[in-house]
T-cell receptor, first 110, second 116 residues
């Protein structure tokens, strides 16, 4: 079936610490996995994505890792800042449609 | 560059009334998606268009919901008659190519709909 699980549902970290959010996907997911950040009152915005031909991708303080064998992928945010506080969604591509995880509410405490 | 534009941003109406949500995708994008977001169910895909043609409407809750895309730069989602359980934030997103081309979706800022 088409399913994306995401953990944790909420995460609080101190400013400057790292945050890690993990997602697992079911067998039939395709080879493209984006991560979105949603701030209050706004739509989800793409922050990073990964395709299955690579195991890791970095963009400044954000990185995503993909483990195809275990069927999970993770978002890593280093040196967190208050503006990183938001809800983060992972997604898997099933056929022509994305299935989104339930989201992680990240709070970065000053 | 202009992103996906949705209107209205907020809509409050009484149950039984017709509601029309509007979306202008990013110029040049040929796929358009309508989503509904609630606390209980998260982000749910309602319907997906490619080159103005509806490809998958299996997420549309019931016959009260309908969506159209008369041209490449405009789409509507209509609810008639509306019910309180339709209250949610409705998002429109667009992308290049089809979903299978592994292109990211770009979201608008949504319409917050409240049915009293």
């Amino acid at each position: 079936g088409e399913n994306v699980e995401q953990h944790p549902s909420t995460l609080s970290v101190q400013e400057g610490d790292s945050a890690v959010i993990k997602c697992t996907y079911s067998d039939s997911a395709s080879n493209y996995f984006p991560w979105y950040k949603q701030e209050l009152g706004k739509g989800p915005q793409l922050i990073i994505d990964i395709r299955s031909n690579v195991g890791e991708k970095k963009d400044q303080r954000i990185a995503v890792t993909l483990n195809k064998t275990a069927k999970h992928f993770s978002l890593h945010i280093t040196e967190t800042q208050p503006e990183d506080s938001a809800v983060y969604f992972c997604a898997g591509l099933y056929g022509q449609n994305f299935v989104f995880g339930p989201g992680t509410r990240l709070s970065v405490l000053p | 560059d202009a992103g996906v534009i949705q209107s209205p941003r907020h809509e409050v109406t009484e149950m039984g009334q017709e509601v029309t949500l509007r979306c202008k995708p990013i110029s040049g994008h040929n796929s358009l998606f309508w989503y509904r977001q609630t606390m209980m169910r998260g982000l749910e895909l309602l319907i997906y268009f490619n080159n103005n043609v509806p490809i998958d409407d299996s997420g549309m809750p019931e016959d009260r919901f309908s969506a159209k895309m008369p041209n490449a730069s405009f789409s509507t989602l209509k609810i008639q008659p509306s019910e309180p359980r339709d209250s949610a934030v409705y998002f429109c997103a667009s992308s290049l190519g089809t979903g299978t081309s592994n292109q990211p979706q770009h979201f608008g800022d949504g319409t917050r709909l409240s049915i009293l």
